[in-house]
């Protein structure tokens, strides 16, 4: 994926100003992994966000070709129980997101499951029963370096971060209204860049040299 894609398609209000001093000295390999793990959660997104009923095999399998940065599949309904697809963790993440979104017909989020970082759909269908339809992203695109870890929410997703810096940074990211941000934990300088879908929440941490 070229940057100009990147930016033209995928991020067109951009995580990263190139203009700004602090962000043209990001690493090319820090860049070039928040480019290929936040443009699959991009594209992961804006297939969940169209989903208005329950998916059948043919559609996972169909889309599970199309997404091949998507490790896992589950269709549940409004209880979690499984309807196709693999059934992921039901329990904690799923269940605050569906109280965190209750009484809308449709959302879209992310989770931290045991498995990884899971894109969450929520849908009304035409006959008015709630369901979920969940992603779980290949770890592969987690468990890369230069990122010192993935904040999802409040959540650490994958991290070599103390349980003190990955408090206090998540408690930033929540609270950053900018799609970048720094700060210095423990005497060391952690920056992180936010997604594009800024709804998500997702951020990526790393450790400035």
């Known amino acids: ?17 190139y203009e ?7 690493p090319a390999e820090v860049l070039d992994a928040f480019v290929r793990m936040d443009g699959a959660v991009i594209r992961v997104a804006d297939v969940l966000a169209k989903v208005e009923s329950f998916p059948d095999d043919m559609w996972l399998a169909a889309v599970g070709s199309a997404l091949p940065e998507v490790r896992q599949w589950a269709v549940l309904d409004r209880y979690f129980l499984a309807k196709n697809g693999v ?9 605050a997101f569906a109280e965190q979104v209750e009484g809308q ?5 992310a989770v931290v499951l045991p498995e990884g970082v899971t894109v969450v759909r929520k849908f009304t269908d035409g006959a008015g029963e709630e369901g979920f339809v969940a992603a779980m992203l290949d770890p592969a695109l987690l ?5 010192s870890a993935v904040v999802v929410g409040d959540q650490i997703a994958y ?5 003190e810096a990955a408090q206090q940074l998540a408690q930033d990211v929540l609270s950053s209204k900018s799609f970048s941000g720094a700060r210095p934990v423990a005497g060391t300088q952690y920056r992180w860049l936010m997604s594009a879908r800024d709804h998500l929440r997702i951020a990526y941490v790393y450790q400035q040299k």
């Open 143 to 147: 468990h890369q370096n230069p990122w």
């Open 159 to 163: 991290g070599a971060l103390d349980a």
């Open 20 to 26: 700004a001093e602090e962000d043209v000295a990001i």
């Open 87 to 95: 059934l992921l963790s039901a329990d904690g993440p799923l269940e």
């Open 1 to 17: 994926m070229t940057k100009l894609y990147y930016d033209e398609y995928i991020n067109p209000k951009a995580s990263i100003d």
């Open 105 to 109: 017909p449709y959302a879209l989020g």
